[in-house]
């Protein structure tokens, strides 16, 4: 047990340096600023995300209550604080009612409990394994004193390096007793501003916009072996991926979150999982122009079409990596072009994805008639594997197995590469110069996996544009290259000085660049035609 407290210690201080709790920091911040004792902050902190996270979902259905109305009370309560410091008159009014908003002498030991509880219930972590298992066991409603202390043990991993935040906002008020007005004013516009943050969900944007951030610290500890051992032990699992056998073969994870937040959907009407009961669903999450999920669409177009009328519902929930894929005509036009006949559900907004505490893309769950999840996977590959658990849900109804071959690539090959300097991590030639044009030069030579720019381009957070003689180097490993490109014109490819083709830029999509027989290292050389952008390679 000890082993697992300490693993879930690690992992809710790794959460604590993601990206994901950036936007709660002004708020601890401006907390420890104005007077509200830190560890009163961090103990409201604690407490909520520990009770929530294991009961909110028991509460809320207990109650018939949505399940957002929790976090919306939350954002409430922190403008309601914002307003507090940035308009005396009403502290004022709010101070018989609600005393506790309001700063007392000696420090605001309700005040910060309280503003504590409200970021504990709008503070969402990176997903990761110690947070996965506790959300099943959560699901499960088999809630038990193991796994309260985990729960509580990521969440003080979590809280730590926010204690610090608060206590470094309370030494700057000292330093700064002569300006008390301007420090509370300055705090009420952080809490406000990371309020509007949160409720417009950027705190999901950001754990979207730097996928990857700590995975090296993750696989470090909650993903090692001995981490996934207690955590098996804790949730009582097996491998989630088995399927052999009958459906008591498949874990049970508990009841599916439904479809939330989806701004529009293509070839259905909407769709709740209510009325989907009965039916096995596989809710799989994509976006158009990641090779990784083009890759799988073959298999999973084929378990619609051979599964459709035996009781299966695919229900393809598109989350877009980039802005144009957020666009309905394009992912229109890319779903028809795919050859995609199931229903697509855009969730822009992230909504769904986040209900589902989701990383990956492409990644798949399997709900059984019931509603349950009973099975999921990540990436590409296993597809007969994943397709033996689909059969297993059908039953007696499912007809004969489909033949398609796995062609996921094998071996060592060059990572994912992003091109908008937000993700540009292997940049072998001149730092670029963001959101400006500017005239780069090759390198002399460039080491395995990296970049490098030429002539005029103005790189922007996502994507770079190529301007006069736009020019582009990359030393990979792959069999196959490609890359996602916006705008019009052309884009001429050469690989070890050779021409190899040119490709046409027609519509905002994933373009192939090379194609070969068998993975080797090889330099490719790209030159644009003025106006074409493009935002990241991925490799095959």
């Known amino acids: 047990m000890l082993l697992l407290l300490a693993i879930g210690f690690v992992a809710g201080v790794v959460t604590a340096l993601s990206p994901c709790v950036l936007p709660v920091l002004p708020i601890v911040l401006a907390g420890g600023a104005t007077g509200r004792r830190p560890l009163a902050i961090v103990a409201g902190i604690v407490l909520s995300f520990t009770v929530f996270t294991l009961f909110a979902a028991w509460l809320l259905?207990?109650?018939?209550?949505?399940?957002?109305?929790?976090?919306?009370?939350?954002?409430?309560?922190?403008?309601?604080?914002?307003?507090s410091l940035l308009v005396p008159q009403v502290a004022e009014w709010l101070s018989r009612p609600l005393q506790f908003l309001t700063r007392r002498s000696g420090g605001d030991l309700g005040g910060g409990f309280l503003l504590g509880a409200s970021l504990g219930l709008v503070f969402v972590p990176c997903a990761g394994p110690v947070l996965a298992a506790v959300t099943v066991i959560a699901a499960r409603r088999d809630v038990g004193l193991d796994s309260v202390l985990l729960t509580l043990a990521y969440a003080l991993g979590a809280a730590a390096p926010m204690l610090a935040i608060a206590f470094a906002g309370q030494r700057a008020a000292h330093a700064f007793r002569a300006?008390?007005?301007?420090?509370?004013?300055?705090?009420?516009?952080?809490?406000?501003?990371?309020?509007?943050?949160?409720?417009?969900?950027?705190?999901?944007?950001?754990?979207?916009?730097?996928?990857?951030?700590?995975?090296?610290?993750?696989?470090?500890?909650?993903?090692?072996?001995?981490?996934?051992?207690?955590?098996?032990?804790?949730?009582?699992?097996?491998?989630?991926?088995?399927a052999?056998?009958?459906?008591?073969?498949?874990e049970d994870y508990g009841p599916a979150p439904d479809f939330h937040g989806i701004t529009r959907w293509l070839n259905s009407k909407p769709l709740t999982l209510e009325e989907l009961r009965?039916?096995?669903?596989?809710?799989?999450?994509?976006?158009?122009?990641?090779?990784?999920?083009?890759?799988?669409?073959?298999?999973?177009?084929?378990?619609?079409?051979?599964?459709?009328?035996?009781?299966?519902?695919?229900?393809?929930?598109?989350?877009?990596?980039?802005?144009?894929?957020?666009?309905?005509s394009n992912v229109r036009e890319n779903v028809r072009k795919l050859g995609v006949r199931y229903p697509v559900a855009l969730d822009n907004d992230f909504v769904t994805w986040?209900?589902?505490?989701?990383q990956y893309w492409p990644a798949k769950y399997l709900i059984d008639k019931r509603g349950h999840v009973r099975y999921f996977h990540f990436g590409e590959g296993d597809y007969a594997e994943t397709e033996d658990a689909i059969r297993t849900l059908l039953g007696n109804d499912a007809p004969?197995?489909?033949k398609l071959a796995d062609e996921s690539p094998h071996g060592q090959i060059t990572p994912e590469t992003y091109l908008g300097y937000e993700r540009l991590d292997r940049n072998g030639g001149e730092p670029v110069v963001k959101?400006?044009?500017h005239a780069y030069t090759f390198p002399r030579g460039l080491e395995a996996n990296e970049l490098a720019y030429s002539g005029i381009w103005t790189v922007e957070a996502e994507r770079a544009i190529g301007g006069l003689s736009a020019g582009l180097r990359l030393q990979y490993r792959a069999r196959d290259v490609y890359l996602v490109l916006t705008g019009k014109g052309k884009v001429d490819v050469l690989v070890d000085g050779k021409r190899e083709r040119k490709v046409r830029v027609t519509e905002d999509r994933l373009y192939t660049l090379v194609q070969r027989p068998q993975i080797a290292d090889h330099l490719l050389e790209l030159h644009f035609t003025p106006g074409v952008a493009a935002y990241a390679f991925t490799f095959g």
């Open 61 to 83: 259905d207990l109650l018939g209550l949505p399940d957002d109305v929790l976090r919306n009370l939350a954002i409430v309560l922190l403008f309601v604080v914002a307003l």
């Open 179 to 242: 300006h008390a007005v301007l420090v509370r004013r300055v705090s009420g516009v952080l809490v406000a501003g990371a309020a509007i943050a949160i409720a417009l969900g950027v705190d999901r944007n950001l754990q979207t916009a730097l996928p990857g951030y700590t995975e090296a610290l993750q696989k470090r500890f909650e993903r090692s072996d001995s981490a996934q051992r207690e955590l098996r032990k804790l949730t009582g699992g097996r491998d989630p991926k088995a």
């Open 244 to 250: 052999a056998g009958g459906t008591a073969a498949l």
């Open 278 to 328: 009965g039916r096995v669903v596989l809710i799989d999450f994509w976006t158009y122009s990641c090779i990784n999920c083009l890759r799988t669409l073959p298999h999973v177009r084929a378990w619609d079409k051979q599964y459709r009328d035996a009781g299966l519902t695919i229900v393809g929930v598109h989350s877009p990596e980039f802005a144009f894929e957020r666009v309905p």
């Open 354 to 358: 986040q209900s589902w505490h989701n």
């Open 400 to 402: 004969a197995a489909t």
């Open 435 to 437: 959101d400006e044009p």
